[in-house]
Each structure stands twice: as structure tokens, then as C-alpha cells.
Antibody, heavy 121, light 107 residues
Framework: EVQLVESGGGLVKPGGSLRLSCAAS????????MDWVRQAPGKGLEWVSS????????FYADSVKGRFTISRDNAKNSLYLQMNSLRAEDTAVYYC??????????????WGQGTLVTVSS | DIQMTQSPSSLSASVGDRVTITCRAS??????LNWYQQKPGKAPKLLIY???TLQSGVPSRFSGSGSGTDFTLTISSLQPEDFATYYC?????????FGQGTKLEIK
């Protein structure tokens, strides 16, 4: 069974940093691209970042470019999102999601349960 | 960047109704269009990908169509469990934008 479990969320002050993790199991993690998607309270889905299976391609939303860094450790079956210079508008539930295979055009077929990040003083 | 616009933003319907939600891209995205269903407090669930391919395990009352810039999601006969929010997403090019969502409510 495919499982994605996010962790690392919490309350952080504006300008602070946080590192999210996503532990994957039930599939060959090193063969799949992975994404982060977020959802502000009461709002819609916002795509954040994508990373290919071998980290050969990485993409970011303009809203996080230069502040967030996506990475992965295939040996540990884990996906990460390092978030720096956090702003109030980064407050959201952050989901990790698996791409159908390893192509940029693939859909997101499995999602974690999400982890809440709150940026507030 | 590609903008995705869904309509309507909300919709009231009854069990058994046929419902159609539309999604328009600001430029051609070929068939790189996906549909997700999200229920309150839950993660999104993939329903349809590549505009018209039903994800495994998704009931056949869901269908998708379109290509280029205009797409539709149709639910042929609404069931109680279908009341949720639906999102389209383009996977043609980064940033992989979502529509703003369509909330489907019980009439």
C-alpha cells in the first residue's frame, strides 16, 4: 500500500525557517517524481514544487522561488521541503504527492494527509 | 504562466442529477489536464488524468473530456458521496497550476 506521511509542520515566526519531511513507503520511491502542494485555510490548492526521481529536474512556484528548496533522499525514501524567510501567506496545510511515474506531465496519484504550517508572531 | 479557470465556483444539485464542471486554460495544454476531488479535512484524490482517463478505482459515473483550452468533468448521476470540492490542474508546464475549485453542494 502506498503511504506518504508528512511531518515537520508547526508554528513559526515570520522570517523563520522550517523543514518539512515526507516519508514514503509501499512503492519504489526512487522511480517516481514527487511534488509539494499547499492549501491555505479555507482556500484552494496551490502547487509549490516538483522534483524528478533523480533530482535531475526541479521546479518551483514563483511565490516560493528563492525561499523554498525541495530535495529528496532516495536511500531514505524521503522527500523534503526546506522553507526559509517564511511569511504569513505561507500559512497552509502542506501535502506531499507522488507523480504517476516520472514525467513532468504526469498527474498526482497519491497524496499524504498533510502537515500544517502556521506563520505568525 | 498558465491560468486555470473553473466554472461555476459553486453548484447545488440533487442526488441523481447530471452535473458538469468546466475548466478553461489560458493557453493550449493539449490533454495535460487532471481532475481531483477533495472532501473537507481530507487530501485530494485523483479522479481523471490526461483529460479523459479514469483513475483506477474511480466510479464510471465520472468522465472527462476536452483538449486544448476547454475541458469538462461530468458526473452522470450524483451520489451522496460525490458532494465535495473539485479541482482541475494542468500538468503541461511548470508552474503546474490548479483551478480555484468548484464546491458541489446538496440542494
Amino acid at each position: 500500500e502506498v503511504q506518504l506521511v508528512e511531518s515537520g509542520g508547526g508554528l513559526v515566526k515570520p522570517g523563520g525557517s522550517l523543514r518539512l519531511s515526507c516519508a514514503a513507503s509501499g512503492f519504489s520511491f526512487s522511480s517516481y517524481s514527487m511534488d509539494w502542494v499547499r492549501q491555505a485555510p479555507g482556500k484552494g490548492l496551490e502547487w509549490v514544487s516538483s522534483i524528478s526521481s533523480s533530482s535531475g529536474y526541479i521546479f518551483y512556484a514563483d511565490s516560493v522561488k528563492g525561499r523554498f528548496t525541495i530535495s529528496r533522499d532516495n536511500a531514505k525514501n524521503s522527500l523534503y521541503l526546506q522553507m526559509n524567510s517564511l511569511r504569513a501567506e505561507d500559512t497552509a496545510v502542506y501535502y506531499c504527492a507522488r507523480r504517476y511515474v516520472d514525467n513532468p506531465g504526469d498527474p498526482l496519484d497519491y497524496w499524504g494527509q498533510g502537515t500544517l504550517v502556521t506563520v505568525s508572531s | 504562466d498558465i491560468q486555470m479557470t473553473q466554472s461555476p465556483s459553486s453548484l447545488s444539485a440533487s442526488v441523481g442529477d447530471r452535473v458538469t464542471i468546466t475548466c478553461r486554460a489560458s493557453q493550449s495544454i493539449s490533454s495535460y489536464l487532471n481532475w481531483y476531488q477533495q472532501k473537507p479535512g481530507k487530501a485530494p484524490k485523483l479522479l481523471i488524468y490526461a483529460a479523459s482517463t479514469l483513475q483506477s478505482g474511480v466510479p464510471s459515473r465520472f468522465s472527462g473530456s476536452g483538449s486544448g483550452t476547454d475541458f469538462t468533468l461530468t458526473i452522470s448521476s450524483l451520489q451522496p458521496e460525490d458532494f465535495a470540492t473539485y479541482y482541475c490542474q494542468q500538468s503541461y508546464s511548470s508552474p503546474y497550476s490548479f483551478g480555484q475549485g468548484t464546491k458541489l453542494e446538496i440542494k
